[in-house]
């Protein structure tokens, strides 16, 4: 037994290193990643098909100003990161394409509080920033 983990520590000690160096080096994410949702205010409709379809509840239509600044309000999603899954079907069924998925998979979505993971269609957005919740 000791003689054989020695044959394949000797064996394998040439090999490059498989480890990562996160959060040094990025890692490369594959085109097929679904990271935290992205929300193009333009294009939703507030048709709240998103929140119908979400399997964990995790997502609700609120009223949200239009753009920062503006008095105008509309409806658009409100997702708790907490509870999605991440498993895309919300912005497969956004019959106007408001929804993607974006490619963050650490900034922003490690919080101390669960009511901090709560995305408000501002974050969504990108119009406040995700990491502290900062006006840009």
Same mark, same amino acid.
């Given at each position: 037994?000791?003689?054989?983990?020695?044959?394949?520590?000797?064996k394998?000690?040439t090999k /490059?290193p498989?480890?990562r160096l996160y959060? @040094?080096v990025?890692? *490369?994410?594959?085109?097929?990643? *679904?990271g935290?949702?992205?929300?193009?205010?333009?294009?939703?409709?507030?048709c709240?098909?998103c929140a119908n379809?979400?399997?964990?509840n995790?997502?609700?239509?609120?009223k949200? /100003?239009?753009? /920062? $600044?503006?008095?105008?309000?509309?409806?658009?999603?409100e997702?708790d990161? $907490?509870?999605c =899954?991440f498993?895309?079907?919300c912005?497969?069924?956004?019959p106007?394409g408001a929804?993607s998925?974006?490619?963050?998979?650490? *900034?922003g =979505?490690v *919080?101390?509080k669960? @009511? @901090? =993971?709560?995305?408000? /269609?501002?974050?969504?957005?990108? @119009?406040i920033?995700?990491?502290d919740?900062d006006?840009?």
């Amino acid at each position: 037994m000791v003689l054989k983990n020695i044959k394949y520590a000797l064996k394998n000690i040439t090999k /490059p290193p498989v480890t990562r160096l996160y959060p @040094e080096v990025e890692t *490369k994410l594959s085109d097929r990643f *679904k990271g935290l949702q992205l929300l193009d205010k333009s294009k939703c409709i507030g048709c709240g098909i998103c929140a119908n379809t979400c399997p964990n509840n995790a997502i609700r239509i609120v009223k949200a /100003p239009i753009a /920062p $600044g503006k008095s105008k309000e509309r409806w658009f999603p409100e997702i708790d990161i $907490g509870h999605c =899954l991440f498993c895309g079907l919300c912005i497969d069924q956004c019959p106007k394409g408001a929804l993607s998925s974006g490619k963050e998979y650490a *900034k922003g =979505l490690v *919080k101390w509080k669960h @009511e @901090e =993971l709560l995305m408000s /269609p501002a974050k969504l957005a990108r @119009e406040i920033d995700i990491e502290d919740g900062d006006e840009r």
